[in-house]
């Protein structure tokens, strides 16, 4: 599978952004999806992930109320809507997909090239 995500860029603090991680190769539907990013200098950090029929979600504690995964698998796209967004949201964002819905950055076997997010105060 080849992902592919974007859709990041400049944004003020308490704006709104939506990244979208398309794929080729493979069906996206038979994949569980994943959203990640990582910061200068810090480990890559969860940030929620998408069933494989899109009917469960799960996100970490820092984005979530904030932060929607969403997917289309008609259009082999997963989306991620970001609002009310914060300084420390500021990263490389990265999809990736595994067969398991999980938060471990170690079960999901492709990912995507990842997007630049800025946030500005």
């Known amino acids: 599978v080849q992902l592919q995500a974007f859709g990041g860029g400049l944004v003020q603090a308490g704006g709104s952004l939506r990244l979208s991680c398309a794929a080729s190769g493979r069906t996206l539907g038979n994949y569980a999806m994943g959203w990640f990013r990582q910061a200068p200098g810090k480990e890559r950090e969860f940030v929620g992930v998408?069933?494989?029929?899109?009917?469960?979600?799960y996100y970490g504690d820092s984005v979530k109320g904030r932060f929607t995964i969403s997917r289309d698998n008609a259009k082999n796209t997963v989306y991620l809507q970001m609002s009310s967004l914060k300084p420390e949201d500021t990263a490389v964002y990265y999809c990736?997909?595994?067969?398991?819905?999980?938060?471990?950055?170690?079960?999901?076997?492709?990912w995507g090239q990842g997007t630049q997010v800025t946030v500005s105060s």
């Open positions: 998408i069933s494989r029929g899109g009917g469960a979600t």
């Open positions: 990736a997909c595994g067969s398991v819905a999980t938060t471990s950055p170690n079960m999901y076997a492709f």
